[in-house]
């Protein structure tokens, strides 16, 4: 059984910054993939960061390149995604995910996941 532990969401002004983390307890494969999807209010779920332990890959949504960074501490399957330059666009419940690295083919397609965290809402204010 594994358990996402979520933080680091709240309220920000645009153009400000957040670093949500997201640490997998009970998580005992070494190949993994993490990844950061949000949900806002009335839209489905999008893909917004992954990281592949086994090559250090990264991959983004288009709404957020060049603003935000995902990160991974390997070895203590243990996620950060830092959100720069924030917009009321970027407004959402964000969630952190993780499977098994040889079974996610499509890293930013949420039906390659099977273990999320609960979710930890962003708020941006113009």
């Known amino acids: 059984q594994v358990l996402l532990a979520e933080s680091g969401g709240g309220s920000v002004q645009a153009g400000g910054s957040l670093r949500l983390s997201c640490a997998a307890i009970g998580w005992i494969y070494s190949n993994t993939c993490m990844g950061w999807f949000r949900q806002a209010a009335g839209k489905g779920r999008e893909g917004v960061a992954a990281?592949?332990?086994?090559?250090?890959?990264?991959y983004y949504g288009d709404s957020v390149k060049g603003r935000f960074t995902i990160s991974q501490e390997i070895g203590k399957h243990t996620v950060y995604l830092q959100m720069n330059s924030l917009t009321p666009e970027d407004t959402a419940l964000y969630y952190c995910?993780?499977?098994?690295?040889?079974?996610?083919?499509?890293?930013?397609?949420?039906?390659?996941?099977?273990?999320w965290g609960k979710g930890n809402q962003v708020t941006v204010s113009s």
């Open positions: 990281s592949y332990a086994g090559d250090d890959s990264t």
């Open positions: 995910a993780i499977e098994r690295g040889h079974m996610v083919g499509f890293p930013l397609s949420q039906r390659e996941y099977k273990h």
